[in-house]
């Protein structure tokens, strides 16, 4: 289906979603940059002349919805009346990018001591941990303390509230006053809902599925709280043009949506972005001798990467781990015509690894080359001083960190999307790469290289929904079955500490086990404790770490990197992250470190081990699918082991279970600014 019925829940540390460490850092670089970002989208909103005409013949809660922006535009508070009908009105061309000067590093400012101190006098008058204190003051800034005593509900804008609890504290503040019919509750749950839907991917939902999840949070008018959100501009509302219309006299049909105001401008930056470097004829930096020279030595789909990269701004890769031999051998021919040419990888383990296939140090990581701690750095107007820049593992793109990078590129600049469409999506909202790849709007170029061996057999079957018998001489493939919970945690430690490395070669320490969430009897709390204690016993001395200990840090959301404890001071916790020395203070090692024998497939996206162990319990069933399996499958390089004891679920999640469906709104915004498009 294309909408979910009810917002997901909020992705937690398994898909790396803790918040940024508090040390000057690149992670806190990339934030500044998205700052910039922001304000750059607040002066677009500015420059808006007018409202958008929309919404003919509509009636009911979408009628209600558009009225309510109209009036919201007006400056006044919208009626429950429709208002006259009007044809929708053409979109305005993208404006001309807004260069950026050379990002400084600066970690976000900490509230003051004395705000945080009257939030904390609050809180505990509500009955609230007085531990949410600092994050709520970072949340609401300098007037939390206000904000909280007029409106209680507003706690829930601090991570990790749960409307229940907001619930409890009104009641404390408010006494009788606070009931479930409240406006000020229903505004809040409106935006903490579309909060849990931009975690679990959406930049937008449909009216009908919020309203529903509205209902369900116990909200009598849930109409009628999205209404007073538009109207008090907590989210924003837009229709989309849905189909054509069927005759001269009938209007083109729409769907309502509603979003945040932070998604659904990235979202509309992206698309002006994207549109600008698609519509724009690359830089005259070389003759097109040059490129067809350079694409005749290359081989197979290499060449066709080469020559599409020659003459579009944009242009999609896709394949497996094989295929990067390809944007490899693109990016060595752009470096032999004197090309500026970069690659950007979503860690410093994915970094090192495409590093190795590439002449000269021209790799960084996305965050590093956004914040001006990696890459070539920025040119005088702020662009980024590139003449190609290759984005390797794409579908890890949210819409917010592929804006920043698009507006980031100068005119005539190329981009080259690379990767594997068939892994799991980005942790943050939007499904970029998928999208773009659906909108067919520049080149695209399939691999035609597939992953080698057994391995490679059995992922390729698992990307088009089948789970094949390969046969594996060398062991690449074992199946370990279990009966239940205990004996899949006994098996795991045994497979990583003696099996496979007695067998195989592959020690401990590059080996990953591979699970499908935190909780749970087989979690990765479970395992890496069952590991730990094989592997590296010890007190832990450091908020339950030692030295040797391999860990899962997260920077920043929805970024974990895998590290190893080196050891521990007053300043923090150390860590040797791909060969990176990091600090983590010690208030921020147990919200963004933890364990890290054990992670989950989106927390192991964008690596790969030598040998994987990926455990499949009896009560990880509901959380399979064809995407988290291909994932989790093919982080291994050498030998898969399955600790297997779903019984015929797996097989069922290849063939049954594709990605969940996201709501976006990538490709409406982008058709009318490509080639071709209607006037």
Known sequence: ?????????????????????????????????????????????????GPIEAGAKLSGTAADLLAAVRAVESGEKPPATVFEEARPAPRRPAPEPVRRAPVVPEGPAAPAEGTVGEVREVLTRGGAPAALAAPAAAALGEDAADLLREDPWQLLRVPGVRPEQADGFARALLGGEAGPDDE?????????LLEQAAAAGHTVLETAALT?????QGVPGPEDAVRNAI?????????????????????????????????????????DGLARLINS?????????????????????????????????????????????????LLNAAHGMGLRAWAATHSPVGRERFASRVDGPAVATVAGLLSG????????????????????????????????????????????????????????????????????????????????????????GIGVGELLQVEAPEKE?????????????????????????????????????????????????????????????GP?????????????????????????????????LRLDCAGETVVVPRDRVEQTVRHGWALTAHQAVGARWPAAVVVLPGDAVPALSRPWIYTAFSRADRHLSVVHGVDQALQRAVAEVPAKPRTTRLPVLLAPQLPGAAD
């Open 281 to 329: 004829a690359p830089k005259q930096d070389g003759a097109a001798e040059e490129w067809e020279r350079a694409a005749s030595a290359a081989e197979g789909s290499a060449a066709d990467l080469i020559r599409a990269a020659s003459g579009h701004g944009l242009v999609l890769h896709t394949g497996g781990e094989a295929a990067l031999a390809e944007p490899a051998a």
């Open 540 to 572: 832990g001395r450091f908020a339950g770490f030692d030295p040797g200990d391999r860990v899962a840090w997260s920077p920043a959301p929805g970024r974990t990197l895998p590290g190893r404890v080196v050891g521990a001071d007053g300043q923090g």
């Open 184 to 192: 000020r509750r229903g505004r809040a749950l409106t935006v903490w």
């Open 477 to 537: 493939v074992v199946i370990v079955p279990v009966r239940d919970a205990g004996e899949a945690v006994h098996r795991t430690v045994q497979l990583v500490a003696d099996s496979v490395p007695r067998a195989l070669g592959v020690p401990a320490e590059e080996t990953q086990v591979i699970t499908p969430g935190h909780g749970g009897a087989v979690g990765t709390r479970v395992l890496n404790a069952a590991l730990k204690e094989r592997l590296n016993p």
């Open 373 to 460: 701690a990696e890459g070539p750095g920025r040119d005088p107007e702020g662009a980024l001083a590139v003449d190609l820049l290759v984005v390797l593992d794409a579908p890890q793109l949210d819409v917010e960190t592929a804006a920043l990078l698009s507006e980031s590129l100068p005119d005539g600049a190329r981009l080259v999307l690379s990767g594997d469409p068939a892994v799991l999506w980005s942790v943050g909202p939007g499904r970029v790469f998928a999208d773009l790849l659906a909108v067919r709007a520049c080149p695209q170029i399939a691999s035609r290289r597939p992953d080698p061996g057994p391995l490679g057999e059995l992922v390729s």
């Open 1 to 49: 289906m294309s909408t979910p019925e009810t917002p997901e829940e909020p992705r937690s540390a398994d898909d790396g979603t803790p918040a940024e460490g508090a040390q000057v850092s690149e992670a806190e670089a990339e934030l500044a940059a998205q700052r910039l970002e922001r304000e750059r989208i607040e002066r677009r909103k500015a420059e808006r002349q």
């Open 231 to 271: 109207a008090e501009g907590d989210v924003l509302v837009f229709q989309d043009a849905v189909g054509e219309a069927v005759g001269e006299d009938e209007e083109q049909p729409v769907r309502v949506l509603v979003g945040l105001e932070r998604c659904a401008l990235a979202e509309e930056s992206l698309a």
């Open 212 to 216: 529903e999840a509205l209902g369900r």
